[in-house]
């Protein structure tokens, strides 16, 4: 099975590299930092199954 990278994918590692770097930078703080992540992983792995099961 052939797996591309597609828009969804590469856009959730655009926004953890994001957030990684303006956690890193002192710009988050953790208490934001967590959250935020969970969010776009959290959205990312739920439509991404959803989208399998059809």
């Known amino acids: ?3 591309e990278l597609d828009f969804k994918a590469i856009l959730a590692m655009v926004l953890v ?3 990684i770097v303006g956690f ?10 967590i959250p935020l992540v969970s969010i776009v992983l959290t ?6 199954k ?3 099961e059809k």
């Open 43 to 48: 959205f990312y792995y739920t439509t991404k």
């Open 1 to 3: 099975m052939k797996k």
């Open 50 to 52: 959803k989208v399998e």
């Open 24 to 33: 890193f930078t002192n710009h988050i703080s953790s208490q934001e930092f």
């Open 17 to 19: 590299a994001a957030l």
